[in-house]
């Protein structure tokens, strides 16, 4: 895999590309939190690692500007699940509306 997750603000979404194939993870900006709100990988993708490779990059995303998240996608979900690293990006009970 190669490639590097880049943030499409336009968009409202992180994407990464390899090939002519791009898989993203949509959002939302809501109270200073990146709400995400979908992941999509093409079936071309699958297998390799990209839909993690873009959680993280998400996630890096916000650490590096100091923001939090709120992962209502059930992928970004598991995957703060498996990586506690990233837990401490998670809002709080009762932070922003969803």
């Known amino acids: 895999m190669s490639g590097d997750v880049k943030n499409n603000a ?28 979908h992941t999509e990988v093409p079936e071309s993708m699958a297998g390799q690692g990209i839909g993690s490779a873009l ?3 998400a996630l890096e995303d916000a650490r590096s500007s100091g923001q939090k998240v709120v992962p209502l996608c059930p992928f970004v979900a598991k995957y703060i699940q498996r990586h506690p690293e990233y837990q401490d990006l998670v809002v709080a009970e009762g932070g922003p509306s969803t």
Do not use: S, W
């Open 10 to 37: 336009a968009k409202n979404r992180y994407e990464l590309t390899v090939g002519d194939a791009t898989a993203v993870v949509e959002y939302e900006k809501r109270d200073g939190a990146i709400v995400f709100t």
């Open 55 to 57: 959680a993280r990059g």
